[in-house]
DNA sequence: CGAATCACCGCATACGATTGCATAAACAAG
DNA sequence: CTTGTTTATGCAATCGTATGCGGTGATTCG
């Protein structure tokens, strides 16, 4: 009766396929999808129904199977930062082996926000995937509960922030990569005042990276100076703010370690604006290895995570759960980081 | 009859709804649309149909309202290369304008590819949205048609590409721009030997570039070297690769003009690897003007464009259509460039 | 030669939400 | 008491696809 007013003019569906073949619907159902092993179709039909597709042009509505509960060949991708360079070899291999397996992909933004990351949820919600892969830095344990339930999706995670038995879990070690840099700061440089750029405590990533640089300098003997402790929203803009205050101490420190490349980068640009040498007055190391480490002058002393990998793993485990060959309990795969030396320390 | 294996658990539906709050399903669906002036609904029935939704949890499922024909809340935006951060900015105003609506944005790389940009029409074909954002390089005109005739979606577009009276288009007078920048090179800085990095003429701006160089040279009276025109694709990488075979001419160029930042980047890289000198020895100039332009040393000599700009402007000349509130022949919306003097020329 | 088997295909229903139409209740007017 | 009107709600069809089950014609077997 009600005639929905065409927003979206399908043109041909599989009733014109069946229409044009001089079959029933179903047929072409069956002919297309072949995947019902117990109904056998006449080698002719199955011809006519394909001629016919091809003539017609026909390709199937996913919004119908997705309503009737198949798959849905979409994934949703949630980070926090499209700005940030870290994260587009992550995107990149997630939407490649999605192609492969001729899956789109949704991508959305949390600007490391709560808020975003619960709308994010909702959004999965009320538009059921088959995977989802995050990069959670607020959502608890209570949230993927939730996510999972009223969606079944399969779910991959980058980061040690959630330990949650169904979800596939990917991370770098860099608690003990920062451990390291920092130790390495210390003794192979003799820096003796180092400075931090970290992120609130909100973020659990801030928590644990904050702790490794304490126990370096605590393991180094060195006194800690809550002066030294400065606070960044990951961007490049609040590392330039970082350094600032940082110069502006009566006893600056002679390195600056930051939490991510960005801000880094940030606090280069603003200590070199000061008139401060880069590295002989002051140092600088950063964490992630973004491509953009290398085009800065000096380069940029860094530890390296490799995004691409962790992002095709991720995308791979969901996969792997989607298509039925895995449901065992969550998987978690370590990418080691890598202390990349170079000219700004 | 048929039970589909809840691949995906829609555990609270609205007939749940219907049945906790003792009425009909198209009742709870005229309480939460409420669009439909002509119906009136009891305050008391109302009341208890928003109370059951709560208690439930409710959330639409949008695969039904998408199937039934209605909006489906969703773009897409397809873009050449999720790497390349002149789109980040771009990719991000989308977001934004489409979150502000309740919209989700899916997201597809082409990898400047026929092939890819051909992908992502079947794939909106196959699950139709209600806008979509397109950077083209190679689709013509019947590819359009096609996505329009059967989709139904509104279609913003970035660049000069195309011209088709239902796209509404945003554009920058980039060969105006660029004709200017290499007469500010010739005239200002007195460079007569400028090698061009551009791009193959599959990609017509890249053709469209590659004029407006040439017609500057040709004004200021400058001979036409073919060996000063090399190719890249538009990658960091092959602007290191096309600086090397300029850096090898018998008598190389005193300025580089590189058709987008990246592979003004690379050029750089590779020129200041081999030892000479930017800008003393060799001038380098790029286009779109992507943060990472200040963070090179030197920096980067560019002409901006606004893509956070476009962006938005594509958003919501999309929305307006998506809500009516305009359908007439495509608009055309041009962002000027401008020229970023710095210090790598 | 009648019945059982088999290969092939169509009918009808369901997924969840929207919407035109029918209908029931309540009330007013004649 | 009948008829008309208003107000509030339910019924049922629909979008495009998947699928259990029943049906039909042909072949085969006892």
């Known amino acids: 009766m009600s005639k929905p007013e065409g927003l979206h003019k399908q043109a041909v569906t599989m009733r014109d396929v069946a229409q044009a073949a001089g079959v029933s619907q179903s047929t072409v159902s069956r002919v297309l999808s072949g995947t019902d092993g117990t109904m056998l179709i006449g080698e002719e039909t199955r011809q006519r129904v394909l001629e016919a597709v091809a003539a017609l042009g026909y390709f199937p509505n996913r919004h119908a199977g997705s309503l009737r509960g198949q798959k849905t060949m979409m994934l949703a991708m949630m980070i926090a930062d499209i700005g940030n360079p870290f994260y587009h070899p992550m995107v990149r291999a997630v939407q490649d082996v999605a192609h ?15 808020a975003g990351e619960r709308l994010f949820v909702e959004s999965v919600i009320q538009r059921p995937v088959d995977g989802v892969i995050l990069v959670p830095y607020h959502m608890g344990k209570a949230d993927f509960d939730r996510l999972i339930a009223r969606t079944g999706a399969a779910v991959a995670v980058l980061g040690q922030h959630i330990d949650h038995p169904q979800v596939d879990t990917v991370y770098g070690n860099d608690d003990q990569a920062l451990f390291e840099a920092i130790s390495w700061l210390v003794h192979e440089r003799g820096h003796r005042r180092v400075g931090l750029i970290g992120v609130t405590n909100e973020h659990s990533v801030g928590v644990r990276r904050r702790s490794a640089f304490v126990a370096a300098l605590r393991q180094a003997g060195l006194a800690i ?52 040498q880069v590295p002989q007055q002051m140092a600088v190391m950063g964490f992630d290895d973004i491509p953009q ?42 990418v080691k980081c890598r202390l990349c030396q170079r000219e700004s320390t």
């Open 293 to 334: 480490a290398t085009w800065v002058r000096p380069r940029l002393t860094t530890v390296a995570q490799y995004p691409a990998e962790m992002g095709r793993w991720m995308a791979t485990a969901l996969f792997e759960r989607i298509q039925g060959e895995f449901d065992g309990v969550g998987r978690r795969f370590e």
């Open 225 to 276: 100076d809550p002066a030294l402790f400065t606070l960044g929203d990951w961007t490049e803009s609040s590392g330039y703010r970082a350094a600032q205050q940082l110069l502006a101490l009566p006893e600056p420190p002679t390195a600056v370690f930051a939490v991510n490349d960005l801000m880094a980068i940030g606090a280069m640009e603003a200590i070199q604006s000061a008139g401060v």
């Open 100 to 114: 492969e397996h001729r899956y789109d992909v949704m991508i959305a933004n949390t600007d490391h926000t709560y």
